[in-house]
């Protein structure tokens, strides 16, 4: 584990901090300490969902460009699979996920936020896929999850254009969920993960995996995955709880063990 990335863990929520001053540019080191984090945060059982924060300042300004200015085809031919293995390590993560957005997330950055589930921005966030200026295209998932996330003509927009698009545009557009006041931007993240602690880990687990899975394949075949993980959570005990304590005490009284 790399003291770039460290996974922090308190009341159920675990934060995925980034730490690399100025500008948390992604280097190697930190892609490795991403997908240690996400592997850790998915295993712990006091971790019932993740916040993704790179600090007050900044979110992450990409990859890291002077780490990456020397390399050839042939290592990027074998550096390219670790820059889709975090982001992958984050978006299946089971569950579920947040990125606390201040300052930039440009390049890889803005990919690390596509990869969580949800986006909470500061209303002075500066988001992008700048790598057109650098004549390379992104590289970490960018032109897959954001052509899903806010359609591909908007996509197509912020990619080859490389611009950076503003806090109340990406709310706009569906590129982020909420968009508060810098000095808020952790704490709101936070507030949004701790409603899952205590939760049913494995219902949330199935939901996140049905939802991102199905979004992969025909409808038929996104049918049939929930079918099984529906059928499924009928082994586990939280759903013997979730429906014992509806018949006798009523909606929404169930506390859960996470089995
Ligand atoms: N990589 C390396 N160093 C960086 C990066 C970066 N991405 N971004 C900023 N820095 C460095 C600057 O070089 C500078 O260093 P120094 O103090 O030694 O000169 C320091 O951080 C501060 O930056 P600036 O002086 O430029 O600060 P400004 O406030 O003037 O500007 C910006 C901030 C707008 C963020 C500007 O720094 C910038 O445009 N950065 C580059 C953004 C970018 O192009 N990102 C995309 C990178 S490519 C990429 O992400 C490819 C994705 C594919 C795989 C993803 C894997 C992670």
Not at 16 to 32: G, S
Not at 120 to 127: G, I, P, S, Y
Not at 139 to 165: H, N, W
Request: proline share 4%.
């Amino acid at each position: 584990m790399t003291d770039l990335v460290r996974l922090e863990v308190a009341d159920g929520v675990g934060t995925i901090r980034i730490d690399r001053p100025p500008m948390n540019a992604l280097n190697a080191e930190i892609q490795h300490g991403l997908v240690d984090a996400c592997r850790e945060a998915g295993e712990r059982k006091d971790v019932a969902a993740v916040v993704v924060w790179g600090g007050e300042k900044v979110f992450a300004a990409g990859a890291d460009i002077k780490e990456m200015e020397t390399m050839s085809y042939t290592d990027m031919v074998d550096h390219s699979a670790l820059l889709q293995d975090f982001t992958r390590a984050l978006a299946r993560l089971p569950k579920p996920t947040v990125a606390a957005i201040t300052g930039y997330a440009l390049g890889g950055g803005c990919e690390v936020a596509l990869a969580c589930d949800f986006r909470v921005a500061a209303d002075d966030a500066r988001l992008g896929q700048p790598e057109i200026l650098l004549g390379i295209i992104p590289g970490a998932g960018g032109t897959q999850r954001l052509a899903r996330l806010v359609g591909p003509s908007r996509a197509k927009d912020i990619v080859f254009s490389g611009r950076f698009v503003g806090a109340e545009e990406a709310l706009a557009i569906g590129l982020v969920d909420r968009v508060v006041p810098a000095a808020e931007v952790y704490d709101t993240a936070r507030t949004m993960m701790a409603r899952y602690a205590g939760g049913p880990a494995y219902a949330l687990r199935a939901a996140k995996e049905a939802i991102d899975r199905g979004l992969e394949v025909d409808l038929d075949s996104g049918l049939e995955i929930e079918r099984m993980l529906f059928a499924g959570l009928f082994a586990t005990r939280d759903r013997a709880t979730g429906m014992r304590s509806f018949v006798e005490k009523g909606p929404g009284k169930a506390t859960f063990e996470g089995a």
